[in-house]
């Protein structure tokens, strides 16, 4: 069972909204329907607890100092002659006549704006700025040096010149100054001398409720990088909150780093970190950041939890599929000398002729995959001329030609039958089961369910079909059989069923009997199959179910309790236990008759007719008979694994509805867990006074709490 790629970040489209599947009339069709998964919009499907966000409160003091550029300049007073340089950081600029390499600058020009120009070009082209040490501007005749990142380090950068004529502004670059700075986890938000949208930075100037709402509009600017965080002001306080709201927000480390360490503080958080967040935010429902490109149908024979198979090629991009058994029909196809045939008139004993069609099974037409077996069923013409045919079996589409004289009693002679030879033109006319058949037989019809997924374009690229779907367990399944949706009034009924089961039914396995699937090689002759009608019934692959493994399971599943005698009778074959009894179980898992049941003591129990109590066609309840098996029984020899492995007590919960938010899925597919609890673990007793029980049930009486565990 694939249920396609998943996603390692965990991240997949939802399943379409209000799947819907419905019988159309014929029994084996099934109509499916859904909503379009790419508008969908619904708020989380858990209750969840009110949430709050987690914020810090920042208060404004005094004006913050800002973080500022250390700037310098050069003047060229007067034409420099070739020679002379000017030194910026240790780098010297040399004047040129003419052609200039890398650190040169021409005066050639003998005008002064143009010079400035030419040494700004140096400046920026050479080792200055390669080196960090300043960018340059020129205006008229004054070169402008700026040191590339604000803060004290740029008034290190020396400036000189050897001649008049060029004449810097000071010794060095002034004005770079360390500023204080804002740390939210790990964003900075600095301090500056204007606030300038995607710089991460706000306006100190103004007064401190001026500063406040400048901080805080730096941090909703949507340029910035604060996206985590949204920002509100009252006065000089500004209060940071974590934009996602719930507990998760909580412990975000936030700090100021001021520029002076000397000076009085200008800003103060009310707390070295975020807090004050509550609950566990659910996030809704919405498939907007996903390229849909249609809905996947899986289908199981057997039950809700599967096993699921595909039943479409390709995603399917509209809102409607009829899932059927698919009959085709195949008009005169040829049959070969070569390949086409199994007998030539030279089978043991009858000498008959046997063809063989390209596909099978053969079927009946206008039914729902009833194997051929009537000469009305398929049509053999030699040269054109329809022949008479003997016997046909569909399941592996062997047609038997009649070649006995037919007496012709208007002539009174024998009409001969037409032998087929090598250059004759034989063709054959039929009806066949392409792909597999729409389960709807005796109370089968009960276990079809099917799921939808939505499939969408893989936006990572890490997807070997470029494609991305949501996992089975998140599909909810849906059955024909329940001709009415679930409404929160009987979904209520069925849980307060089920507390009935829970405070005094016992917990058992079940096991589903497999309908469909690969067939086991003990049925090795089709036609053995079709005459007996019966796999074998020791066979240890398919427990004489004719399907390999037989059934599925096990499920863990709580009945109403034992209630009748074990009645020990004699037989012609010895001794036997009778224990006979009915029991109820809710709508899921879907079972019936010829499933059955392991009780925890070891002793399995055959299930018998099942009935289904239904409101408005809504399956609520299922009630049945068990029977005790006698211990020779195969369905002994169905593997318990892995749960016999388990070292006990190991238990492991899977009830979605404990699970915050939906860390589980909310609709899983197999059984390979346990879920019921084989004994109690209370954690806030101490063990060495701890008393333990078998249930949750019985911990929540004895020590109270919400029950499987939690407090
Ligand atoms: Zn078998």
Redesign the pocket.
Known sequence: MSTGWDPSAGDFPWPPQNATAMSSFHSSDADIRWDDPSILNIGPEFPQEETKRASVDLTVILNPRPWQIATGSFTVNSLPLAGDFIEIGGVLLTAVNGAFARDEFDISSGNLTTIASNIATAVNQGSVKSLGLSEAGASGPIVFLEYPVDGEEGNLVTLSSTTAAVSPSGTSLTGGQKGDTLFFGTLELKANGSRTSGENNFDVSGTIQDVAESIKDAINDSSNYFGLFTAGVSSNVVTVYVAEPGGQGNNIPVNIGFGDSTAPITMDFSNGYTAGGTGVFCPGKSNTQWTIVGVNIYRSDTSQRGPYFRVNRVPVASLFYRDHTNLVEVIDEVIPWEGGWIFRGDAPNARSWRMRSRNTPIVKVGTNGIPADSEFDVTVKINGKEVPVRAVFGPKGEIDLDLRPVWDPATETMIEPVIPEENYSITLSYTYMKGNKLVNTLDNRHKVFYRLTTVALDPSGTSATGLVETPLEYSEPISPMNSEKLDYIWREAIRRNRWILEQGGERVKLFIRRVTGNP????WDARLEEYSKQ??NY??????????G?YEGPIDIIIAPDDNERTVTQTANGRRLEHSYEVWIGPSPMTSQRDFIVKQNGERYSIGPVRRTQVRGLILQQMFNIGYLDTGDIRYQVPMSPLERLPWPETRFSNPEDSECQESAPYPVGYDYQASPMMSDKPSIPEGRQQRGRTPVWQNITYGGKGNGKE
């Open positions: 086991c090689d003990c049925v796999p074998l066979c240890m692959r398919c427990y004489g179910t004719g399907w390999v037989g």
